[in-house]
T-cell receptor, first 113, second 112 residues
């Protein structure tokens, strides 16, 4: 079964600090994604990647950077964390484009104080 | 306005009852997906229905797709307490964009 693991599971950060969220997949999928979920809302795409060493902007990239050093790993970086970035972040992978299944990790709950 | 939207926002049923969640979308699509998200977990896909399909089943789940009215439904029969979750529909935004767009979800509570 497809496996996407995220770390940490939860994190508390200070405003203005740097935060790195990590994601690792063992699915051998080309596509990886970072989504943000706010309470009571759906998921919004932040960044995605379809090949190592390349990332693309999603719908809400401002304030976030992404890094894809290998096919298996995809990181989301908040250089200067802000209160508005408090949310749950999900990583996902898929074998191909949007018309295929996304396999999600369990999420990272980020609280910025 | 959202490109995909579920309704109702929330609903409750008793175990054994059937329930239907509806989804409306605003773009032409190649496929529509239904996901379920249990508390503390990531979303998990339930059904993927392509634009040339009208109905798809997966055990107790049945999804329909009507591209003319840009709507879909997900029905669950013989509900169980473990079906309690948020249910999302998600569509690919066509016109060259591959992104999967999620609605805000329907909170389903199944009571004993």
């Amino acid at each position: 079964e497809a496996a996407v693991t995220q770390s940490p599971r939860s994190k508390v950060a200070v405003t203005g600090g740097k935060v790195t969220l990590s994601c690792h997949q063992t699915n051998n999928h080309d596509y990886m994604y970072w989504y943000r979920q706010d309470t009571g809302h759906g998921l919004r795409l932040i960044h995605y990647s379809y090949v190592a060493d390349s990332t693309e902007k999603g719908d809400i990239p401002d304030g976030y950077k992404a890094s894809r050093p290998s096919q298996e790993n995809f990181s989301l970086i908040l250089e200067l964390a802000s209160l508005s970035q408090t949310a749950v972040y999900f990583c996902a992978s898929s074998p191909d484009t949007s018309a295929e299944t996304l396999y999600f990790g369990s999420g990272t709950r980020l609280t910025v104080l | 306005s959202q490109l995909a939207e579920e309704n109702p926002w929330a609903l409750s049923v008793h175990e054994g009852e059937s329930v239907t969640v509806n989804c409306s979308y605003k773009t032409s699509i190649t496929a529509l997906q239904w996901y379920r998200q249990k508390s503390g977990e990531g979303p998990a896909q339930l059904i993927l229905i392509r634009s040339n399909e009208r109905e798809k089943r997966n055990g107790r789940l049945r999804a329909t797709l009507d591209t003319s009215s840009q709507s879909s439904s997900l029905s669950i029969t013989a509900t169980r307490c473990e079906d309690t979750a948020v249910y999302f529909c998600a569509t690919d935004a066509s016109s060259g964009s591959w992104q999967l767009i999620f609605g805000s979800g329907t909170q389903l509570t199944v009571m004993p």
